[in-house]
Each structure stands twice: as structure tokens, then as C-alpha cells.
């Protein structure tokens, strides 16, 4: 299993930025494949993830009105679409999978099966 992320960079505030996960063995309908960031000094964190088997999606609040996440069968690629980015949503993004059950869990970050590399996002002001 692979996922690879790509899509960061330096952007200014309020700019916008779309990250891909190119997946590679496993599929929507057997995990539930989502972004997740870590901070500078910070824990990292639940962003966003969709399901198909069941059709599922969820947004943590902190990007829910600034952020889609969608995905391509046909690539297997899930991407998040990221609009009016702030200095505090710079960080280390990471394209994580795992049973839906377990990404919905408080304790979801000991629970998830597969993590890609991250791809760094640097907001400036």
C-alpha cells in the first residue's frame, strides 16, 4: 500500500491550493482515505475523509467552510481543495487510510492503517 502526496508549497494568505494522494493498494470501498496536518510544535490533526463503502464524508470544523475533499476512481486519487488559507494552516499535510469506523474514533490517530510522506503548505502573511 502506498499513498503519495503532492500539492504543497508557499502560498500567501488567503490563496488557494488543491493536495492529491495518489493511492495505491486499497481502495474507497475497503478504507476511508482523508487529509490530516501537523503543525509546527503541534499534534497532528483530523481534516477531512471519505468513504464509499459506506458513502461517507467528514470535516473537522477547523476547514469545514474553507475546504472539499473529492476524489477520482478512475486515478485513485482523493484530493482536498483548500480556499482562504491562513498562516495558522501551515503545517505538514498527510493522506492517511483506515477502517471508517476508526477515523470517526476520538482516538483515530493510533488507529489508522496507512500514512504517505506529507506534503509541506506554508502560508504567509
Known amino acids: 500500500v502506498q499513498l503519495v502526496e503532492s500539492g504543497g508549497g508557499l502560498v500567501q494568505s488567503g490563496a488557494s491550493l488543491r493536495l492529491s494522494c495518489v493511492v495505491s493498494g486499497i481502495t474507497l470501498d475497503t478504507h476511508a482515505i482523508g487529509w490530516f496536518r501537523q503543525a509546527p510544535g503541534k499534534e497532528r490533526e483530523r481534516l477531512s475523509f471519505v468513504s464509499t463503502q459506506p458513502s461517507s464524508v467528514y470535516y473537522a470544523d477547523v476547514m469545514k467552510a474553507r475546504s472539499t475533499i473529492s476524489w477520482n476512481n478512475a486515478k485513485n486519487t482523493v484530493f482536498l481543495q483548500m480556499n482562504s488559507l491562513k498562516p495558522d494552516d501551515t503545517g505538514v499535510y498527510y493522506c492517511?487510510?483506515?477502517?471508517?469506523?476508526?477515523?470517526?474514533?476520538?482516538?483515530?490517530?493510533?488507529?489508522?492503517?496507512?500514512w504517505g510522506k506529507g506534503t509541506l503548505v506554508t502560508v504567509s502573511s
Open positions: 492517511g487510510a483506515g477502517p471508517l469506523w476508526a477515523l470517526r474514533k476520538d482516538d483515530w490517530s493510533k488507529l489508522v492503517d496507512y
